[in-house]
């Protein structure tokens, strides 16, 4: 990904894509300590828009308080800094990373005194779990790995640490021939995904795993359970067993990589008729119709670049 044309907003300004790097004494590569966000900007009537970009961005911000990091720009500098890379790039449409990082001053533990840097980078990325995914059903399997703690990295923040635990519940799937994995918190019940939030609907409600299930506070998450209620859909957000999945009519990932992913199978047992559900369809769908500026009611969620 580093040897290609194009823009990243690194420290203040453009640099050259070939030319955004880091020492290899750069503290969070050694340690894990920063934070980052995944955003998308899609196709829409009126040209690109960032979709939930304020809310992106505010998470960025809060992620970064949590890890005691201060970002050495505004809120509204890290926001413009979107728009000006994905206009630099001329993208139509791109899946966007933020990340704040610690520098390379010291390599002690201690992240106090030490540089903070911020970068922005847009580049086109297609379905994140495929395209056949989104229309049929990804198989997944519920994880030998357990999901951290919320007192262990700290789970409102969307931290690279957090990561490890999520890679390695992924490869585990996908070493196994499965597409994605599902995590249980340190009590059993049911997280999210390695990349993504869960939903469940069962008997026409709508379920999904509240947060101190350590699930990540996901902007899909809320996106989709704001439009179940435009849909005349309950949301309960509950603590949720694995056989609950099992016998569910649908469950279905949510994020802004995976968007909304039906899952067809879990440890290889069907999940209602195997394929996308009609409900799971209708979110998807109302889903798509937000994020292209289709539906007019949500168009503050859209910043065009
Ligand atoms: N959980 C995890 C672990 C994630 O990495 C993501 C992707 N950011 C999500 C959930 C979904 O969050 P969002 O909808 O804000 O992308």
């Known amino acids: ?8 907003w690194m420290d203040g300004g453009l640099v050259d894509w070939r030319d955004a790097k880091v020492h290899v004494l750069t503290h969070t590569l050694h340690y894990g300590c ?5 955003l998308r900007a899609y196709e829409t009537p009126q040209g690109t828009a960032i979709f939930r970009l304020d809310d992106h961005t505010r998470r960025l911000f809060n992620s970064a308080k949590v890890l005691r990091l201060k970002v050495p720009f505004s809120l509204e500098e890290v926001i413009q800094a979107h728009k000006d890379v994905v206009r630099a790039n001329n993208l139509k449409s791109c899946y966007i990373r933020p990340l704040v990082w610690v520098g390379s001053e010291s390599l002690g533990v201690s992240s106090k005194g030490q540089t903070i840097h911020v970068m922005v980078a847009p580049w086109s990325w ?5 395209e056949e995914g989104l229309a049929k059903g990804i198989s997944v399997m519920v994880s030998s790995f357990t999901h951290h703690h919320v007192n262990a990295t700290m ?3 969307k931290s690279v640490s957090n990561y490890t635990n999520s890679i390695l519940a992924n ?11 599902i995590m249980l918190d ?5 997280s999210e995904g390695s990349g993504e939030n869960l939903f469940v609907v069962s008997k026409g409600v709508v379920y999904t795993p509240d947060l101190s299930s350590g699930a990540l ?4 998450r ?4 704001t439009l179940c209620g435009d849909l005349g859909l309950k949301v309960v957000e509950k603590r949720m067993t694995r056989d609950e999945l099992y016998v569910a009519d649908e469950v279905f990932f949510t994020g802004t990589a995976a968007e909304v992913t039906p899952i067809r199978a879990i440890d290889r047992i069907e999940i209602g008729a195997g394929s996308r559900g009609p409900i799971t369809e209708k979110i998807q769908k109302a889903f798509f119709d937000v994020v292209h500026g289709r539906n007019a009611k949500y168009a503050s969620w859209l910043s065009l670049i």
């Open 1 to 8: 990904m580093d040897d290609r044309d194009g823009k990243i």
């Open 34 to 38: 920063g934070v980052f966000e995944g």
């Open 126 to 130: 297609g379905t994140y779990l495929g």
């Open 155 to 157: 789970t409102k923040a």
């Open 171 to 181: 490869r585990e799937a996908t070493d196994n021939g499965f597409d994605e994995a």
């Open 186 to 190: 340190p009590t059993g019940y049911v």
């Open 217 to 220: 506070d996901g902007i899909t």
């Open 222 to 225: 809320n996106t989709v359970i």
